[in-house]
């Protein structure tokens, strides 16, 4: 039964670990940067749902959405004040001010929602008792889960496939100076990618809060969860990262149902090394969408 | 430079022990900027693991003090050796990544020393950490705290002297020649696995060095102290002083650590407050003090620095 259990603990975590790869994903393919506050974005984004719904009582579906509406606002924010500024400065200069943007929000939640190590709890969304769906046991809070995860990774397809926006920001990923030629504000194109991308990390992190709670140290740990998984595809792969999100989660599961739950926590490091070390290109093979 | 030196000497004659505390901090955190510009500022490659290294030339100091009784004197140099040998077999694998995959391994290679140092209790002893007795300079007739100051103030001029000549080197050009383009430093027959290595090598020694001096100064280890917070301090250190030179890293450390000592009351803001002025100094100054310095101050030439293209 604890095989059973595991696959399905992993799959739910997966399942986030995938939508937080999105987002990252997502602000590289078009801004051809990764951003090291992504994890900090998904924290905040869960604290504010936290505060909205767990301190101020609003009912969930509207914390949700406000939460979400937040987090496209931080990201908005972090564009204007770290990626606009910083377009044509080297490389190492972004990354490092992404860095530094993940330790000023990491503070400024600390100084608002709690101290070193204390866990915030959120009451989950639905009935807390297990159903059994044949012989296995799920938790109805990770069908919620996977369900919503999955719905939000086919609004983001369609999202790309069907609508002016998304179509404009493929276009920026394959070539900023040709998209700007035929008209597109590429600016504008990157601040919407940055919100976007903040957007999801807000989602994931509402749905992922009843299930592991919060901690202002929760963005580091997360962010390297979602890089396994993103390298895991291959850096740029979309598909692929949803895949790594999986492999990642079950991994994990895997580690702390069958070795130890202290070794769940490095999980993300082995699997970052040996990708890199074994197969830089990621599972699949493909070059990288972007020379780094 | 000289009178800079003078005045750390005379710390522990006019000032109490405290300020001598803080000078020492300040200079191991010198030892520390400056090997982490040696790897991030001349060869410009992207480590977030010196913190870690740091980390585990302290540990391996104190271990071998605690658990093996071995004097100071041999446990510095060791765990500076232990330190080199980590970092340099970090940097292997770190060898065939460029830009952010580099950035990514070497920032889980800091997040996995400290879970080593927290989960592996039976050498690390665990989330405590350990308490070492003061450092005996029986023979000399100095307090702990002052022959420390004084030993850190001895190696940390070694250390910047040897960088300074190193990065005047051939070596040192060929750091510069990496940083500024691989392709072209290949071509011009620049081995880069090699030159990477020296400079990782390079740094975790530095790295090491300090992190037995900070034993010594500290007195006990705890795993924390080696987390994350090392990376903005550092970086810290590194872009305000000016990326890409020698003296900007040092003139950063004992800035930072002049505003971390000054600012104790206000610990919670730390992060807020180092990650803010990390991000100001990027945005507003990428030449940090140095780069104005060369505006004030004539004649002041510093050659390999960073060039005036991030300006």
């Known amino acids: 039964m604890l095989l059973a259990y595991v696959i399905a603990t992993g799959i739910t975590t997966g399942a986030l670990y995938a939508l937080v790869a999105v987002g990252l994903v997502i602000c590289y393919r078009t801004t051809g940067h990764i951003n090291f506050s992504h994890g900090e974005l998904f924290m905040v984004g869960g604290f504010l749902a936290f505060t909205l719904h767990v301190l101020l009582g609003v009912p969930y579906v509207p914390s949700l959405v406000l939460a979400v509406l937040g987090g496209g606002l931080l990201g908005l924010l972090s564009d204007r004040l770290v990626y606009r500024p910083l377009i044509s400065a080297p490389a190492t200069a972004m990354v490092v001010a992404t860095v530094a943007l993940s ?102 992190a509402v749905f992922m809060a009843p299930l592991t709670q919060l901690t202002p140290d929760i963005g580091f740990g997360l962010l390297l969860k979602a890089f396994a998984a993103t390298i895991l595809g291959g850096l740029g792969n979309m598909p692929g990262a949803v895949v790594g999100g999986f492999v990642v989660g079950i991994a994990e599961a895997f580690a702390a149902g069958y070795i130890s739950s202290s070794v769940q926590e490095v999980m993300a490091f082995i699997i970052i090394m040996l990708v890199l070390v074994l197969r830089p290109t990621g599972l699949f093979g493909v070059k990288a969408a972007r020379e780094v | 430079m000289y009178s800079g030196l003078a005045l750390v000497a005379a710390v522990p004659l006019v000032l109490s022990p405290y300020y001598v505390y803080v000078a020492n901090l300040a200079l191991v955190y010198v030892i520390l900027a400056v090997g982490l510009n040696i790897v991030l500022g001349y060869t410009g490659q992207l480590a977030f693991s010196n913190g870690a290294i740091f980390g585990i030339g302290a540990y391996a100091t104190g271990l071998l003090r605690l658990d093996l009784g071995i004097p100071y004197g041999l446990a510095l140099p060791a765990g500076a050796v232990v330190a080199t040998i980590a970092g340099v077999l970090m940097a292997l694998p770190a060898m065939r990544l460029r830009g952010l995959y580099l950035a990514l391994a070497t920032i889980a290679f800091a997040q996995f020393t400290v879970w080593v140092f927290v989960h592996w209790d039976g050498l690390t002893h665990g989330t405590s950490g350990f308490v070492l007795k003061p450092v005996d300079f029986s023979p000399l007739p100095v307090t702990p705290p002052t022959g420390l100051l004084y030993l850190s103030l001895i190696i940390t001029v070694a250390c910047v002297a040897l960088a300074s000549n190193m990065l005047r080197s051939p070596i040192g050009r060929a750091f510069v020649a990496i940083r500024e383009s691989e392709h072209a430093a290949a071509a011009l027959s620049v081995n880069l696995t090699r030159y990477k290595v020296y400079a990782y090598g390079a740094s975790a020694l530095y790295a090491g060095i300090a992190g037995g001096l900070f034993v010594g100064a500290v007195g006990a280890v705890v795993p924390d102290q080696f987390g994350l917070f090392q990376i903005v301090l550092q970086f810290c250190m590194v872009f305000v002083g000016g990326i890409g030179s020698l003296w900007g890293s040092v003139l950063g450390a004992v800035l930072i650590i002049g505003i971390q000592e000054g600012m104790r009351d206000l610990k919670q803001f730390q992060e807020i407050g180092f990650g803010a002025l990390l991000l100001a100094v990027i945005l507003f100054f990428p030449s940090g003090i140095v780069g104005w310095l060369k505006t004030r101050v004539a004649g002041w030439s510093e050659p390999l620095r960073h060039g005036d293209r991030e300006d």
């Open chain 1, 103 to 204: 330790f000023v929000l990491r503070g400024v939640a600390r100084y608002l929602w709690g101290g070193q190590g204390e866990y915030v709890p959120f009451p989950p969304i639905a009935d807390p008792s297990a159903v059994m769906i044949g012989p296995i046991a799920v938790f109805p809070q990770q069908l919620v889960v996977v369900a919503s995860t999955v719905l939000c990774m086919a609004l983001v397809t369609l999202f790309f496939r069907l609508t002016r926006t998304g179509k404009t920001m493929k276009a920026v990923a394959e070539s900023p100076r040709a998209a700007y030629l035929v008209g597109i504000r590429v600016e504008r194109v990157y601040a919407m990618t940055w919100s976007l991308s903040a957007a999801l990390a807000a989602v994931s």
